[in-house]
């Protein structure tokens, strides 16, 4: 039961999280058949066809016992519902699409919820008071993303990524010339189509009053604006040959609009709706214009302008702002105590645990733009365990004053080895392994420590109970064990192909490095010396891997005789910060020169990785351990791999490889077959367990 019921509440996330792909390749499709030039209401009239053809049985078949009779009010209600939302609001879009790119036309989208609410505003449909913290929320939502829409339409801004573009002829320069000149008129019809589509929003929600069949109403809404695209196409194009479709682009393009756009994507949308409410589905628009902007660069290869990305973070930022107003004003009824409790116990931990992958990617990039410039490993562990202490020490000793267990010998050598085997082999090897390789490969390998975890846990062979704290079996013929099993192989065979398949670069970046960093590091990927280094590298994060999941194991033990986290990581810090000078002068000692810090980056890498990783990031993790657990925290690590791919193409500018993509995506499937395997199992000890207190409880209560 408790299975399930975490399934049920996952189940409108992962709706919606389809629901965004299907969006996003719809605008890539749609982007591309323009391009091929065809017509836009040509496109209008055979999307919607499909659709009613899709749409119609299942509206015909669930709701005809419960559809109302169709009255000429709701006629008309649909005739404009039609007009609105399907045909002026798609043909505004496509204009928009065909003049601009598809990233940009698709965080025009996150403009309708604040348009909806100005509107709604304006006609006294929605209230708004200033004085309340929702009201000012509301407003300053919509001031900000009005910001984003003008820094969008008007600042370009230099180019983030290079694409590479063949030559092209004068006539081809006109072109892009007048292209560039349309950019304004796209942006005014992208403006348009937010506008059709709040107005259209507020008349669904009277139509939806009066027709509340919502299938049939939508099937019937697809049939109108299918005959309005008719209509006006061939009043405009009385050439025949413009309905003939020929292109696989423009045929695959009305197919899967028609069907997976509005359709399967009508369906998921109204079912997340009714179970999670629109609040909970506008906060995952924003998810749609980064699948989109993945397209635009990988497959339709746009480039990525500073204006776009500055306007579009002021865009969701005030997107985010406004739908937390709505939310708030939705929650008044309800006591100022359970909203705060809900608050915390549904996004609080992912919140924490999104700001860690977050500190996490930009310590890994910062470390390996430090090593890149020269910086000593033992170096960078020593400072770093130093600001660590410094950070922590005065956190654990006034949080666990009262509770701080005695400091005997027995834990003193389990420090010792935690400070040596965590952070300073552990550091050591991750840094190898980082300047060997690129930043997103060292991520990657992350993902692979509940897989290594579970091995070494077997190895060892010690079993799972609900009461002690050891760590795993293995039931074979049971589903968990067996998603253990396909999952650790499937996660090994990616770190396999991640080694010793690179693949074809499926980014052209250029790197902008100085002689020394060159010589040191830069383009040391080419050749055999470089794949030497690159096996080198992949070993010692192989090696990381290892010492962190034997590192675990030791920390389960020692937290079992002194409870006290915060002292246990500060004395650990501190061990560790003893631990890696000492070694750093025993193997540096003809150059005092090492030790001092250079560059900004050296000062920034050392101050962020000791106080913000170390320190806050722990806290963070800390947290979410305790609040939700460690399945919950361990299925975040992905986010951080993604995070730092980002950071390593656009500031570190490296290339990326296709064998990185393809066996990331085998570590990332493994990793969560894994974790959803140790998670039934809980779920299963848990359960049986249940039956067995309650006996011993009968028992005692006889005996008494």
């Not at 996003?24 to 209008?44: C, F, N, P, S, W």
């Not at 698709?106 to 909806?116: D, G, K, Q």
């Not at 829409?149 to 990524?161: D, E, I, S």
């Not at 929003?201 to 309005?228: C, D, E, G, N, V």
């Amino acid at each position: 039961m408790w299975g399930m019921a975490r399934i049920d509440e996952w189940k409108p996330v992962i709706a919606m999280l389809v629901f965004d792909l299907i969006s996003a390749v719809t605008t890539a499709l749609i982007k591309k058949a323009l391009q091929e030039g065809l017509d836009r209401l040509v496109l209008i009239t055979l999307r919607q066809l499909v659709a009613t053809v899709c749409l119609a049985p299942i509206a015909y078949f669930k709701e005809r016992s419960t559809r109302p009779k169709l009255a000429l009010e709701i006629f008309v209600y649909l005739f404009f519902s039609a007009a609105f939302g399907a045909a002026l609001s798609q043909y505004t879009f496509f204009y928009g699409l065909q003049y601009t790119t598809a990233t940009f036309a698709i965080t025009f989208t996150n403009m309708a919820p604040v348009l909806t609410f100005l509107i709604a505003v304006l006609l006294r449909v929605e209230s708004l008071n200033m004085k309340n913290k929702a009201g000012a929320a509301k407003i300053a939502g919509t001031l900000m993303s009005f910001a984003g829409v003008m820094l969008l339409t008007l600042y370009k801004g230099v180019a983030l990524t290079h694409q590479i573009e063949p030559s092209m002829s004068p006539a081809h320069h006109a072109a892009a010339e007048s292209s560039k000149k349309s950019w304004t008129l796209g942006t005014i019809a992208l403006l348009a189509n937010c506008l059709c589509f709040s107005f259209w929003l507020l008349l669904q929600s009277r139509l939806t009053k009066k027709y509340p069949a919502l299938y049939s109403s939508t099937a019937y809404m697809f049939l109108i604006s299918s005959l309005q695209g008719g209509g006006l196409t061939a009043a405009i194009q009385r050439r025949a040959s413009v309905w003939i479709v020929t292109r696989p682009v423009e045929i695959v393009t009305v197919v899967y609009t028609g069907v997976m756009g509005s359709g399967v994507g009508y369906v998921l949308m109204t079912w997340c709706v009714e179970k999670r409410g629109p609040v909970f589905t506008s906060s995952f628009i924003p998810i749609i214009q980064i699948m989109v902007a993945m397209i635009d660069f990988f497959f339709l290869h746009e480039n990525i302008y500073l204006g776009s990305v500055l306007g579009s973070i002021l865009m969701i930022l005030g997107l985010y702002i406004l739908l937390w107003g709505k939310k708030r004003d939705a929650s008044e009824a309800s006591s100022a105590k359970e909203e705060e409790e809900d608050k915390e116990k549904q996004w609080m931990p992912t919140a924490a645990m999104v700001a860690t992958n977050v500190v996490i990617a930009i310590m890994t990039a910062l470390i390996k733009q430090a090593l890149n410039q020269g910086m000593n490993r033992l170096v960078l562990i020593t400072f770093r365990q130093m600001a660590a202490t410094v950070f922590l020490g005065p956190i654990a000793y006034f949080k666990e004053r009262k509770m701080r267990p005695k400091f005997t010998a027995e834990i003193f050598v389990y420090m010792f080895l935690s400070g040596i085997l965590g952070p300073v082999l552990l550091q050591y090897t991750l840094f190898v392994g980082l300047d060997y390789t690129t930043a997103t490969f060292a991520a990657t390998f992350s993902n692979m420590l509940p897989v290594v975890t579970f091995l070494i846990s077997l190895a060892f062979r010690l079993k799972t109970t609900i009461i002690s704290f050891r760590i795993e079996a293995l039931e074979v013929r049971s589903k968990s064990g067996s998603a253990k099993i396909s999952g650790t192989l499937i996660s090994l065979g990616g770190a396999m192909m991640l080694t010793f398949y690179k693949g074809s670069a499926l980014t052209h970046s250029t790197s902008s490095m100085s002689p020394a960093a060159s010589s040191s590091g830069g383009h040391r990927q080419d050749g055999e010396y470089g794949t030497v280094r690159w096996v080198l590298g992949s070993v010692s994060m192989l090696a990381n891997v290892v010492g962190f999941s034997l590192w675990l194991l030791l920390q389960r033990k020692l937290t079992s005789k002194y409870p006290a986290v915060y002292s246990a990581t500060a004395f650990m810090s501190l061990f560790s910060f003893i631990q890696a000078g000492a070694l750093a002068l025993s193997i540096q000692r003809s150059s005092i020169a090492v030790w001092a810090l250079k560059g900004t980056i050296e000062i920034v890498t050392v101050v962020y990785c000791g106080v913000v990783a170390s320190g806050i990031g722990y806290l963070l993790l800390t947290y979410c351990v305790e609040k939700r657990g460690p399945v919950f925290t361990a299925a975040f690590s992905p986010l951080s791999q993604i995070f730092v791919a980002g950071i390593d193409l656009f500031i570190l500018h490296e290339p990326l490889y296709l064998g990185s993509v393809l066996g990331s995506a085998l570590v990332i499937l493994g990793l969560y077959i894994v974790l959803w395997g140790k998670r039934e199992e809980a779920a299963k000890a848990v359960a049986s367990a249940k039956p067995v207190q309650a006996a011993e409880v009968v028992e005692q209560q006889e005996k008494v």
